[in-house]
């Protein structure tokens, strides 16, 4: 009656002198895991989004542990996901159509122009942020300064504290958010920043003692808005004004990042002001910065944002940019090049049904069986992630 | 009027002689939904007698589906409270992630490919090792004899046996903190009993010794 786990197979001491005896004795060198993973179908070992091509669509590339701990240390990748890489013991991002349209323009875009901007939107679940995760890596890599949002809604939907605006009057502040977003950009750039060395343009008056004097560096003015959260709010709004002087004076280039920016634009949300009056975004200090670096009157820069449902309460129907961003929120963007994002095709699907047959994350499946869970999920990559997970 | 009525219900008596609760009359046959015993029915003689019969129609949970497990369902509706189906494959399905997150740890923290071995990754296979540690082989029943109330070990159908194993399990699962989730600690408690450890398998045991100590009695089973 009673059983355990993983008896002794009859053969298993067969197997094991076998092992070491060739092991011991046999001439053939040992191939190693770098040159195994090449050989893959699933895998590529290219693991620098640079040099991402054609030719690496619909494979899977490893995010380097020290370049993950360094970009999304407080936060990027998907919650769900985040739970898969511990779990699998590496950050693997599969490579899609999408992104390397995006990273070819990048490529082949004329930095003195007006900057760029580009839409990702797709249902849900169809890899919106993991691409823009992919992109910002790119991002990284070419050193661009990121200013990156890895969820806009959170500002609006669940925010730490409200407090009215003492240097932008009429608005709201969100001091702790500003303070953590400031620990966020400096995680993000403090190598790129302190190599660039740039310097603030002009005096910033916070109060009668505190102000920030022309020639100081950048660093040192995220330095002070993450010391006192109370001006936060106002160092952000300062540090983007700073950021797009650079980057028009080709001091440095920088890439706006944000993931659901529509909700910048929705006509919901959670803060209230003193008379328990609803504040639109626009009347919030800390996305006045943003509406700002988002519009194209600066260059030697790129803009990528997301649209997502989930992002506003108001507009859920549709995923489609024009609706989600509503008629002032397409009008701030526009133009821009909106890039559908889509569910797997059948290359895309069998390469991540193999990679995770190799992360043992499901095994022995039949091909009726992979067939029957194509038709299930419709090969939705976030609908895919969570119909594997307890097979 | 009234006298047509009851003569009615009296010819219904009299032809079926039990009332039925079934929607369905009694010769009705039970629908055959998974492929492989479709095509054993087909190249048996037995489906040429049933061929012309009328069937059931199948359940929600009857699936012709490659990941179903007639044991896992059951475990499902001993789980299920309310008629929450949805709610109880979802703990299921959490725990089972769960199994299989723990199971992967493991796996990644072992060292030599002999332990990597040892360690069971599909969550299928520890439930059912789970439920087969934990099944008991006897039970008590209460006798009374001469104003004194007895145990008396006997036999336990399988069926009774693998409700009362699956009982164990959720109830050991069950003992836990506010902060703890179910499916969580139903994975811990899965995961030991499939190494025959955990509380589960200690209640087992405990029956075991139990009716060990009241072997004495085990003839009053024939004396009743």
């Not at chain 1, 893959?40 to 490893?62: G, M, Q, V, W």
């Not at chain 1, 950021?243 to 919901?268: E, P, Q, R, W, Y």
């Not at chain 2, 009328?54 to 896992?72: L, M, N």
Request: charged letters at 25%; hydrophobic letters at 40%; proline letters at 4%.
């Amino acid at each position: 009656m009673e059983r355990t786990v993983g008896q002794p197979v009859n053969d298993s001491f067969l197997r094991r002198i076998r092992k070491t005896h060739s092991r011991k004795f046999s001439t053939v060198v040992e191939v190693k895991d770098e040159q195994a993973s090449q050989v893959c179908s699933f895998r590529t070992a290219e693991n620098n989004p640079i040099n991402h091509n054609t030719d690496h669509i619909a494979r899977l590339y490893t995010v380097p542990i020290d370049i993950q701990r360094q970009i999304f240390q407080n936060g990027g990748l998907p919650g769900k996901f985040m739970k898969q890489v511990t779990t699998f013991q590496e950050c693997s991002i599969m490579v899609r159509q999408p992104a390397i349209e995006i990273i070819s323009y990048l490529n082949q875009v004329d930095y003195t122009r007006p900057v760029n901007k580009y839409v990702l939107y797709g249902k849900f679940g169809v890899g919106k942020s993991l691409t823009l995760c992919h992109i910002l890596h790119y991002a990284f890599a070419q050193k661009y300064v990121l200013v990156h949002i890895y969820w806009a809604a959170h500002w609006f939907k669940d925010m730490k504290e409200v407090a009215t605006s003492v240097l932008s009057p009429g608005c709201m502040d969100l001091p702790i958010d500003a303070g953590l977003w400031l620990k966020h950009f400096k995680f993000q750039n403090s190598k790129l920043l302190s190599e660039l060395d740039l310097k603030v343009s002009k005096d910033y008056v916070w109060n009668q003692r505190e102000m920030t004097s022309q020639g100081t560096s950048i660093l040192e003015l995220v330095e002070f808005g993450m010391n006192r959260i109370k001006y936060a709010c106002g160092v952000i709004d300062a540090l983007i004004k700073e950021l797009k002087l650079a980057s028009i004076a080709g001091k440095c280039k920088t890439m706006v990042v944000i993931d659901g920016f529509n909700a910048f634009t929705s006509s919901h949300t959670r803060i209230r002001n003193d008379n328990k009056v609803m504040v639109l975004p626009k009347q919030v200090s800390l996305a006045i910065p943003f509406f700002d670096i988002t519009k194209n009157d600066w260059c030697n820069g790129a803009i990528v944002v997301t649209v997502d449902q989930t992002a506003n309460k108001d507009r859920r129907e549709s995923h489609l940019p024009r609706y989600l961003l509503g008629k002032e929120g397409f009008e701030h963007l526009d133009p821009f090049i909106p890039v559908l994002i889509e569910d797997y095709n059948i290359a895309e699907f069998d390469s991540m049904i193999e990679y995770y047959k190799d992360r043992k994350w499901i095994r022995n499946i039949t091909s009726s069986g992979q067939r029957e869970l194509e038709l299930i999920t419709n090969r939705n990559p976030f609908v895919l992630m969570d119909q594997c997970k307890f097979l | 009027m009234y006298f047509l009525f009851t003569y009615t219900l009296f010819r219904c008596n009299l032809t079926s002689f039990r009332r039925e609760y079934s929607v369905f009359p009694s010769h009705y046959v039970e629908p055959i939904y998974r492929k492989d015993e479709q095509e054993a029915l087909f190249r048996s003689e037995e489906a040429m007698n049933i061929a012309h019969q009328q069937v059931k129609p199948a359940q929600i949970t009857d699936t012709c589906s490659e990941f179903y497990d007639a044991r896992v369902l059951k475990f499902i509706n001993t789980i299920m409270r309310n008629g929450d189906r949805k709610l109880a494959r979802t703990l299921v399905t959490k725990s089972f992630e769960e199994i299989k997150r723990i199971q992967l740890q493991r796996y990644h923290k072992a060292k030599t490919n002999e332990e990597k071995d040892n360690i069971e990754l599909d969550p299928f296979v520890v439930f059912h090792y789970a439920v087969d540690n934990c099944t008991p082989v006897l039970q008590l029943i209460n006798c009374r004899k001469g104003g004194i109330m007895y145990k008396i070990p006997v036999p336990i159908s399988p069926v009774r046996a693998q409700h009362k194993s699956m009982k164990w399990l959720i109830e050991a699962a069950k003992e836990k903190d506010d902060e703890e989730r179910f499916y969580n600690m139903l994975a811990k408690e899965l995961v030991s009993a499939s190494q025959n450890q955990g509380r589960a398998v200690k209640w087992k045991e405990e029956l075991h010794k139990k009716c060990q100590a009241n072997r004495a009695y085990a003839h009053f089973r024939w004396l009743k």
